[in-house]
């Protein structure tokens, strides 16, 4: 095996030490030792401990996250696209891809995880069937670790608001803004993308996160949610904070207006 670019190792260091997993020496911090205790991608486990320890909404984010690690549950047949694309939207949510996927499997359990009910609706079962497999053993691991498992009722006004801003906890690095011509680009990395044709949002939200980086004949995110910008410095403000290595530009000026507004 080839080591990795001593460029990509840093970036993977910097990754850690924005999410608080290792400390400005190098050293593991008692939230990255929790972290390495999950079978999880780093940006995934930090969001899973935040629902315990800030946002109480483990339950759902149990699911964001099972969801998260198993293939894409929506089937689509060429020669039934239409149905497909219908039985799909009763699941989607405004806000984003991450709440359409706690839409479907709240569903699917409340059908008893029903595999005629997943032909019909045009999704695939042993995906749906080994996220609450996983879901299921990171219970036992948040148990272990002594998590709360409470979650606020869904009556509660932040409810969504908490769900949101507990993705972004994790996903603050890969955030993007949307420009005037319509297209999008990612902060701090400047790369210009476009939202993936199989997003359930059917408008252009000026701020989002994603969870993939897909590149084909164009450069797409996929699975987005949209945000607020305010968030950005509530949940990380050492990334956003607007000194030097900030790049000048839109994305900067805007972030600087809401500085000043909060």
């Given at each position: 095996m080839d080591p990795p670019a001593p460029e990509t190792l840093m970036r993977a260091l910097e990754q850690l030490?924005?999410?608080?997993?290792?400390?400005d020496e190098g050293n593991m911090t008692s939230l990255g030792k929790r972290m390495s205790q999950m079978p999880l991608d780093p940006l995934l486990a930090k969001l899973l401990i935040s629902s315990s320890d800030t946002y109480r909404c483990v339950n759902e984010m149990l699911t964001i996250v099972a969801m998260l690690n198993v293939p894409n549950v929506f089937i689509r047949p060429r020669d039934s696209a239409e149905a497909a694309d219908r039985e799909k939207s009763k699941f989607a949510h405004h806000d984003g891809d991450h709440l359409t996927l706690l839409?479907?499997?709240?569903?699917?359990?409340?059908?008893?995880?029903?595999t005629d009910w997943c032909w019909s609706s045009f999704l695939n079962f042993r995906a749906l069937k080994s996220a609450n497999d996983i879901r299921e053993q990171l219970i036992k691991i948040?148990?272990?670790?002594?998590?709360?498992?409470?979650?606020?009722?869904?009556?509660?006004?932040?409810?969504?608001?908490?769900?949101?801003?507990?993705?972004?906890?994790?996903?603050?690095?890969?955030?993007?803004?949307?420009?005037r011509a319509g297209h999008y680009l990612t902060l701090k990395d400047d790369q210009t993308v476009v939202m993936h044709p199989s997003s359930v949002i059917d408008h252009k939200p000026e701020w989002v996160l994603y969870n993939d980086f897909v590149l084909t004949s164009r450069n797409?995110?996929?699975?987005?949610?949209?945000?607020?910008?305010?968030?950005?410095?509530?949940?990380?403000?050492?990334?956003?904070?607007?000194?030097?290595?900030?790049?000048?530009?839109?994305?900067r000026r805007k972030l600087e207006r809401v500085l000043q507004r909060i």
């Open positions: 030490n924005y999410l608080g997993a290792l400390n839409n479907v499997f709240n569903t699917f359990k409340a059908k008893d995880m029903n948040m148990v272990t670790q002594k998590c709360s498992l409470e979650s606020s009722p869904t009556t509660h006004p932040d409810y969504y608001t908490n769900i949101k801003k507990c993705i972004l906890s994790g996903f603050f690095m890969q955030t993007a803004l949307m420009q797409f995110i996929r699975t987005v949610l949209e945000i607020h910008p305010e968030w950005l410095f509530e949940v990380a403000p050492e990334y956003f904070a607007l000194d030097d290595d900030f790049k000048q530009g839109e994305a």
